[in-house]
């Protein structure tokens, strides 16, 4: 079983920036996508960016130049950067890993969400 589990989730200004990270445990063999994704209330949930396990990212066009994702292979961990925010930007965010375990197995695993709220 894997666990992930998300930090960084808060209250900020608009304008302001905040940094989510979200961290992977358990057995795994390796993590090829990670990403970021939110969901407010009644409405699907959204991409917000991906990045792959040799660094490629993409962005939904609504947070491209202000958000940055990245990801650190060795601690198993998946970043995102948020900054010029936007109260729009208010919604539980998600990550997501593609998990390989050592039976090569592929799976989606996502972690429990994290709260950002943006005030304007």
């Known amino acids: 079983q894997v666990q992930l589990v998300e930090s960084g989730g808060g209250l900020v200004q608009a304008g302001g920036s905040l940094s989510l990270s979200c961290a992977a445990s358990?057995?795994?063999?390796?993590?090829?996508?990670m990403g970021w994704y939110r969901q407010a209330p009644g409405k699907q949930r959204e991409l917000v960016a991906t990045?792959?396990?040799?660094?490629?990212?993409n962005y939904a066009d609504s947070v491209e130049g202000r958000f940055t994702i990245s990801r650190d292979n060795a601690k198993n961990t998946v970043y995102l950067q948020m900054n010029s925010l936007k109260p729009e930007d208010t919604d539980v965010y998600y990550c997501?890993?593609?998990?390989?375990?050592?039976?090569?197995?592929?799976?989606?695993?996502w972690g429990q969400g994290t709260q950002v709220t943006v005030s304007s």
């Open positions: 997501y890993f593609r998990i390989v375990n050592y039976f090569r197995r592929e799976y989606d695993s």
């Open positions: 358990g057995r795994i063999f390796t993590i090829n996508d």
């Open positions: 990045i792959t396990k040799g660094g490629r990212t």
